[in-house]
């Protein structure tokens, strides 16, 4: 049914949603970002699912946002832009808001968008060795669509430590941060995360659902005109000479203009 994505259900309701681009570092292409959206619905409406993990296949949980399809926008035309940058900012609306606890096994390295799919989960939890980084400043982006999420997980004090800097770091600060609830050694992932999805076989869906949506009710808003605001400021940053500058220095294999 997908090519992006692989979707597994268990006996108990628990359903396992894996970002499959292993050779890709799991990079969002717009492939994937449709796939996800509607994974993210149908999970959320089928009433046998109890909890979604999210995953990521190979070495890497997610690595950002595909470089090929970044740069297909910045040669686009204004409507075209806009609505990549709407469907990559409504899957992750769309993961967020599913009616089921979406519990994050970050298993590798999360980079930009990757630290957004973290953010979207109710609780992720990290391998120790993984490296993460909102890393779009480097390439004349900001992190505009996933920001809402990231800075609801982090606060945003903690979120001005790493957001506008493009600076690596590791499962322990992510831990400091909000990002991960835990970092554990990656032969201990598995066990981490059954631990956080045992409690809610326990709970009633309807109850776990309704509890979710007054969590998210009472905390940051995220509503129609933050998206609306968030995929202006993409498409705007996609329009950019620094964008512009900074994707073509990356496919050249060359140090952007502003690089030290």
């Known amino acids: 049914m997908y090519r992006t994505i692989t979707v597994d259900c268990d006996g108990r309701g628990v359903a396992r949603l894996t970002l499959d681009r292993a050779e890709k570092h799991n990079a969002l292409s717009g492939e994937m970002i449709g796939e996800l959206a509607e994974a993210a619905g149908r999970l959320g409406a089928d009433p046998s699912v109890r909890v979604v993990v999210l995953a990521g296949a190979g070495e ?27 469907k990559l900012a409504m ?10 606890p979406v519990i994050g096994r970050v298993q590798g390295n999360a980079f930009g ?30 992190p505009a669509t996933i920001g809402p999420y990231v800075l ?27 990002l ?3 970092a554990v050694p990656a032969e201990d992932l598995d066990a981490a995360v059954e ?18 949506a007054l969590a998210r009710s009472l905390g940051p808003g995220i509503d129609d005109s933050v998206i609306a605001a968030t995929i202006e400021a993409l498409v ?22 502003w690089s030290g």
């Open 113 to 142: 968008g990757g630290i957004g799919m973290a953010s979207v989960c109710d609780v992720a939890i990290g391998a120790a060795h993984a490296r993460f980084g909102l890393t779009e400043t480097r390439l004349g982006l900001i």
């Open 195 to 212: 631990a956080e999805v045992a409690p809610y076989l326990a709970c009633a869906p309807g109850a776990v659902a309704e509890a979710k």
């Open 91 to 100: 899957m992750l609306h769309a993961l967020n808001t599913c009616p089921k």
């Open 236 to 257: 705007r940053r996609w329009e950019s000479p620094e964008a512009e500058e900074g994707i073509s220095a990356f496919f050249e294999k060359r140090k952007p203009a």
């Open 60 to 86: 890497s949980f997610c690595a950002g946002a595909d470089l090929s399809w970044m740069k297909a926008q910045i040669a686009a035309d204004g409507a075209t832009r806009a609505r990549e940058a709407t």
């Open 180 to 182: 991960l609830a835990r």
């Open 152 to 178: 609801a997980r982090m606060g945003e004090a903690m979120a001005r430590r790493v957001f506008m800097s493009a600076r690596l770091f590791g499962a322990d600060e992510a831990v400091t941060l909000g």
